[in-house]
């Protein structure tokens, strides 16, 4: 059985939609591996049965406030993407990370060494 968290700082964030909440829970579940997640908006609309501009909507309002890092590859001489990586973040220093191989990253702290 698997099972995802919410940071309490993430999940008591009242200005957040319950939709990001539950969006941030997936993407760091799916950064444990590699630190990042690499999931497309489509996947996450399917997950959740809405629309494109939900999610989009959704990454947004977790990068407006801080909670996620979005990083672009480009194809080589164009503006197209080839790759997005998206980082949670979380900016509470009292969140225990010793569970996790890859850790959400905390704002101003190197990732520990495993």
Same mark, same amino acid.
């Given at each position: 059985?698997?099972?995802?968290?919410i940071?309490?700082?993430?999940?008591?964030?009242n200005?957040?939609?319950?939709?990001?909440?539950?969006?941030y829970? !997936?993407?760091?579940s799916?950064? /444990?591996?590699e630190?990042?997640?690499?999931?497309?908006?489509?996947?996450?609309?399917?997950?959740? !049965?809405k629309?494109l /501009?939900?999610?989009?909507?959704s990454?947004k309002e977790?990068?407006?406030?801080?909670y996620i890092?979005?990083?672009?590859t480009?194809?080589?001489?164009?503006k197209?993407?080839?790759?997005?990586k998206i980082?949670p973040?979380?900016?509470?220093q !009292?969140?225990?990370?010793?569970?996790?191989?890859?850790?959400?990253?905390?704002?101003?702290?190197p990732l520990p060494?495993?």
């Open positions: 059985m698997t099972y995802n968290m940071p309490n700082e993430v999940l008591h964030d200005e957040l939609k319950p939709i990001s909440r539950l969006l829970s !997936d993407l760091c799916l950064s /444990n591996l630190g990042y997640c690499f999931a497309m908006n489509r996947y996450f609309a399917k997950l959740y !049965d629309s /501009n939900t999610i989009i909507s990454l977790l990068k407006e406030k801080d890092k979005v990083e672009y480009y194809k080589k001489d164009s197209e993407i080839e790759m997005r980082t973040l979380i900016k509470s !009292d969140i225990i990370v010793n569970n996790f191989k890859y850790p959400i990253i905390k704002i101003g702290v060494k495993i």
